[in-house]
C-alpha cells in the first residue's frame, strides 16, 4: 500500500513539473523577443514583437488544427508522421492536455528561431505565412520521427530535447530564409564589378535588453532541457550539464574575441551562451560533467566561426546570428551524442543508446546521429525553399527599400516608435562615406603644414573676406538617405553632418492609429545633411541632391545655400579651401 501511495505521489510530481517546464519553454518566448529587438535597431523593435508575439499564437492555432495530430498520432507512412485525429475537439474528456501543451511549445520554439535571422526587411504578412507552415507541416513531421515514435526514434537515433528536431531545423530554415531575402541595405559594399569588398556591422540599439533576453532564455532552458526528466537523478544532471556547458561556451568565446578582436565581445558572448545551451540539448541526458564541458568548448568556438562564416563566405545577413548559434551548434549537438554519451549518466539506460566514441562505445551511435541528422536536413531544406519560393511568388517576402530604412515599425505597424517620446538615432554603417576615384584628401600631416598656418590654429580672425566656400544645407525624406549619400560620394564629397530630425510641414500624416486612435502624424521623419564645398561647384551639389531626392510628391525637401566666412581646420591650422582638403 506504501509503494502504491509513493508511486501515485511520484507520478503526481512529475506531473506537475512536466507542465510547469511547458511554462517555463514559454516564457522563453519573452527571452527570444528581447534577444532580438536588442541586437536590431530601434526602428524595427515594434515589429519583432509582433513577430515573436504570433509566432506562439498562430503556431497554437495550427497545432490544434494539425500539428499535434501529426506529431502525436498514431504512426502512419511506416512512421513517417502520425495520423490526424481531432480528439481535442471530439474526445476533450480523455484528451491528454499535458502532451498537447509540452509539444506546442516547443513547436512555437522552432519557428521563432527564423524571426531573428529574417528580422529589418520581412513582410509581416510573408512571415506570418512562414510561421503557419512551419508550425502546422514541417516541424510535426520531422519532430514526430524522433519524439513521436517514428522511424528515427525506432532506429536508434537520439535527440533528448531538440538541438536536431528544434535548433537545426529553425537555424536551416533561418539561414534559407535570410539567403532568399538577401541583406539589409548597407550590410554588404560592393566595388563596380559586384564583388562584396567590405561587410559593415549593425551595432545593436539594445545591448541590455539583449542580455535580459539570454537570461530568461538560459532560466527556461532548465525547462526545455529538464521538463522530461521523471526522476531526481536524471533532472539534476540535466540541470547540471545544462549550466556546464554555456558557461564554459561562454568563458572560452570570452577569451577567445578578447585575443583575436584586443577586447572581449559583449554581444558574441550573449551568443555563446545560448549556442552552449543549443549544443547540449541534444546529449544533456546521456552525458557527464566532462562531457558537458568539451561541448561548451567547441561551441565557444564555433559561434564566432559561424558569424564570421555567414558575413564573410557566403555572404547571408544574420542580424542576431541565429544561424551561428542554432543551425551549427544544433548539428554539433546532434554528433555530440555519439561522442559524449555515457553509461554513467543517470537517463543513459532509458534513452536505449549506445555509448558515444569518446566513452568507448565505437561510432555505432555516430552512425545513428549522423543517419538521423542527414535525413531532418534532407525534409527540411526541401520543404522550406517550398514554402519560401511559393511566398516571394504571390506574396513577396521583402519590404520595399523605403519601407526598410524608414522602419518597419511606420511602414508595416503604424507606429512612429516603438519607443514614443524618446529620441533614437540610427548609427549603422549606413552612414559611411567611401574613398573613390573623386576624392581629394589633401594632407594629413601637421608637421607639412607651414609656419604661418600653424600659427592661424591658434590667431583671433577679426576679419572674414569672401571666400568662395559655401554650406549646402538638404532636408529629405529619411528613406532617400541612402541614395543621397551614394550621389554625394561620387561627386566627391567625403564629409556630411547628417542629423536625424522631424519636419513640421504643410503636408499632413497618414493618420496613423494607436489602438484605435488616431496619431497626429504632421512630424514626420526626415534628415538634414549639412556639407561645406569648395572646389566641388554648389551647382553641381544641388543638381546631384535634386536628382537623388526627386520623387515629385510633397516632401522631397528643401536644399539651402550659405557663404561661409572662414573655415580653420583645428588639427593643422590650415583655413578656408585649404581645410576642406581631407573634408569634403
Not at 207 to 225: D, Q, T
Not at 338 to 343: E, I, P, Q, S
Not at 413 to 429: C, E, K, Q
Not at 459 to 472: E, H, M, R, W
Request: glycine share 12%; proline share 2%; hydrophobic share 45%.
Amino acid at each position: 500500500m506504501t509503494t502504491e501511495i509513493l508511486e501515485a505521489i511520484h507520478s503526481e510530481v512529475y506531473g506537475v513539473w512536466f507542465l510547469i517546464g511547458a511554462a517555463l519553454v514559454f516564457w522563453m518566448q519573452a527571452g527570444f523577443a528581447m534577444c532580438e529587438a536588442g541586437f536590431t535597431r530601434a526602428k524595427n523593435s515594434g515589429n519583432i514583437i509582433m513577430k515573436n508575439l504570433m509566432d506562439f499564437c498562430i503556431g497554437t492555432v495550427m497545432w490544434f488544427i494539425c500539428g499535434a495530430s501529426l506529431m502525436l498520432g498514431e504512426n502512419m507512412l511506416g512512421g513517417f508522421a502520425g495520423k490526424f485525429s481531432f480528439d481535442v475537439f471530439s474526445n476533450y474528456g480523455s484528451f491528454d492536455y499535458s502532451g498537447f501543451v509540452f509539444n506546442l511549445v516547443f513547436c512555437a520554439t522552432t519557428a521563432t528561431i527564423v524571426s531573428g535571422s529574417m528580422a529589418e526587411r520581412t513582410k509581416f504578412s510573408s512571415y506570418c505565412i512562414y510561421s503557419a507552415v512551419i508550425s502546422a507541416i514541417i516541424y510535426p513531421i520531422e519532430a514526430h520521427w524522433t519524439w513521436g515514435g517514428g522511424f528515427l526514434a525506432q532506429w536508434g537515433f537520439h535527440d533528448y530535447a531538440g538541438s536536431n528536431c528544434i535548433h537545426m531545423v529553425g537555424g536551416i530554415c533561418a539561414l534559407i530564409g535570410a539567403w532568399m531575402l538577401g541583406p539589409r541595405i548597407g550590410k554588404f559594399v560592393k566595388d563596380k564589378e559586384g564583388k562584396i569588398t567590405k561587410v559593415n556591422a549593425f551595432p545593436g540599439h539594445n545591448l541590455v535588453i539583449a542580455a535580459l533576453g539570454v537570461f530568461i532564455l538560459w532560466l527556461g532552458w532548465y525547462g526545455f532541457n529538464g521538463a522530461a526528466a521523471t526522476d531526481v537523478s536524471t533532472l539534476g544532471s540535466v540541470f547540471l550539464t545544462t549550466t556546464v556547458a554555456p558557461a564554459v561556451a561562454t568563458v572560452v568565446c570570452m577569451i577567445f574575441t578578447w585575443v583575436k578582436y584586443g577586447k572581449p565581445d559583449v554581444s558574441m558572448c550573449l551568443n555563446a551562451s545560448l549556442a552552449g545551451l543549443v549544443a547540449i540539448t541534444a546529449p544533456c541526458d546521456v552525458t557527464d560533467c566532462a562531457g558537458a564541458a568539451v561541448i561548451g568548448v567547441v561551441s565557444g568556438v564555433l559561434v564566432v566561426f559561424g558569424v564570421w562564416f555567414c558575413d564573410n563566405v557566403i555572404h547571408v545577413d544574420d542580424p542576431v546570428g541565429a544561424v551561428a548559434v542554432h543551425m551549427f551548434n544544433g548539428i554539433w549537438g546532434t554528433l555530440a551524442v555519439g561522442l559524449f554519451a555515457t553509461a554513467s549518466a543517470p537517463g543513459f539506460e532509458l534513452a536505449g543508446i549506445r555509448e558515444g566514441l569518446f566513452y568507448g562505445g565505437g561510432f555505432y551511435q555516430l552512425g545513428k546521429q549522423l543517419g538521423g541528422m542527414a535525413v531532418t536536413i534532407a525534409w527540411t531544406v526541401v520543404t522550406i525553399i517550398i514554402t519560401y519560393s511559393l511566398i516571394k511568388k504571390f506574396n513577396g517576402l521583402r519590404v520595399s527599400e523605403e519601407e526598410e530604412i524608414v522602419g518597419l515599425d511606420r511602414k508595416e505597424h503604424g507606429l512612429t516608435s516603438a519607443y514614443a517620446g524618446f529620441s533614437i538615432m540610427d548609427i549603422s554603417n549606413t552612414m559611411t562615406m567611401e574613398v573613390n576615384e573623386n576624392t581629394s584628401l589633401g594632407s594629413d600631416d601637421y608637421e607639412e603644414a607651414s609656419d604661418t598656418l600653424k600659427d592661424a590654429a591658434v590667431k583671433v580672425v577679426n576679419a572674414f573676406p569672401d571666400t568662395g566656400i559655401s554650406k549646402v544645407v538638404i532636408i529629405a525624406r529619411l528613406s532617400r538617405y541612402d541614395t543621397l549619400r551614394k550621389a554625394m560620394n561620387d561627386l566627391g564629397v567625403t564629409g556630411m553632418t547628417v542629423t536625424q530630425v522631424m519636419g513640421c510641414g504643410i503636408q499632413k500624416g497618414a493618420g496613423e492609429k494607436y489602438r484605435g486612435v488616431e496619431v497626429d502624424a504632421t512630424l514626420l521623419p526626415k534628415v538634414k545633411v549639412e556639407v561645406v564645398v569648395g572646389n566641388i561647384p554648389v551647382e553641381s551639389v544641388i543638381e546631384a541632391a535634386k536628382k537623388a531626392l526627386y520623387t515629385g510628391h510633397i516632401g522631397d525637401g528643401k536644399i539651402f545655400v550659405y557663404p561661409v566666412e572662414k573655415v580653420v581646420k583645428i588639427r593643422t591650422g590650415e583655413e578656408d579651401l585649404a581645410a576642406l582638403q581631407d573634408v569634403e
